[in-house]
């Protein structure tokens, strides 16, 4: 498995210098700066190239080369924003990084409601409360969609909470929520987020599956031709938000994408973390179903809460069998290697880590301290190396 290690380029106060210390091989990145929808030219692909590998570095994985939220709602004529897509693609392929992984989320990536909750040995997690999140829907912006998809004792606590809270709380949960969205991208306000949401009136787990396979017949042909891998992220948290529909997060949607277009180019994220915070998926078993089309590898853990609550757990806790995956992605590797296929080596990142130590105030971006990622990293490393020798 290769090493890797998400960095935001200019945007990130950790330095590629810092990021060759974690003895990492791969650099997880994307152009950030560039709107969605606009094509990634060559100009920006390959100075982003050569600085990654100035320093020594593979750019191993694009993440994400984002997909505009008009082909997610399937609204108007989309000819060119596939296009666009399609010559990024064809750019990134140029300058020779092959594995593309993107989310199918409407409208917000990953999403927490705490942003620096605390551990029991000290250090900070993210935390989804399951009340917060539905005290944001229902009581801030007002969404009765919302209401269904929390039980009747999250609502009350949200009630409560709602009640209760300053604008000092409920602007800092709004920030929270709004931290998921990668890099330098728009954030919303309340009202802001209001409005954009009516844009998604209407699009039902159905629609949103039938843009989705429109996306997957219009791109992952292109990838089998440029010899790339696509890869989606599971949604994270794996179920329904702000009413919306999310339509990558459990066994039988992995199941419909795989078989939606059957090219090895349509492959997946394995991230162990955003599946594994949803009590229905095993992991370890939809890693092994999907074995020959995970093309990169999201590595941490979480511990969940009965009322649909979780934390980010140390990369080795928590409740996900982190051995008995890897130990999937081993046996995966080894398959690949006794087939010839030149993809054998899975790059995989520790996706996220705590805040520890030195990390506190750093103000890197929510998720992605240096130490506590060092952590995660050097954690894995050792299961790795560990089964490595016993295979
Ligand atoms: C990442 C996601 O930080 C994270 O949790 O895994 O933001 C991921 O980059 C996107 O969802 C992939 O498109
Ligand atoms: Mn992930």
Known sequence: MQETWRWYGGLDKITLPDVAQT???GIVNALHEIPYG???QPERINARA??????????AVVESLPIHERIKRGEGDLT???????????NLADAGVQVICYNFMPLLDWTRTDLAAPVARGGTCLRFEAYRMAAFEIHMLGRAAAEDD????????????FQQSTQADRDALLHAIM???????????????????????????????ANYKRFLDEIIPAADDLGMRFCVHPDDPPRDILGLARIVSGADDIDWIMGAVDSKANGLTLCSGSLGANPANDVPEIAAKHADR???????????????????????????DMVALIKVLLAEEKRRRDTGRADHSIPFRPDHGHELLTDIGQGTFPGYPMVGRLRGLAELRGVIAALTHGV
């Open 23 to 25: 003895g990492a091989s």
């Open 38 to 40: 606009e094509v990634w």
């Open 50 to 59: 050569d600085q990654i590998r100035a320093a020594g570095f593979d750019w």
């Open 80 to 90: 060119q924003l596939f296009a666009n897509y399609r010559q990024s693609m064809a």
């Open 150 to 161: 929390y039980p009747e004792d999250v609502r009350q606590r949200a009630a409560i909470w």
């Open 179 to 209: 931290s998921g969205l990668p890099g330098a991208y728009d954030r919303y306000d309340v009202d802001g987020l209001k409005h954009a949401l009516t844009l998604y009136d209407g699009l039902d787990r159905t629609a949103l599956r």
């Open 294 to 320: 995970i093309h990169f590898a999201h590595l941490r853990n979480v511990r969940k809460d009965s009322d649909g609550a979780f934390e980010e757990a140390a990369h080795l806790e928590g409740d996900t």
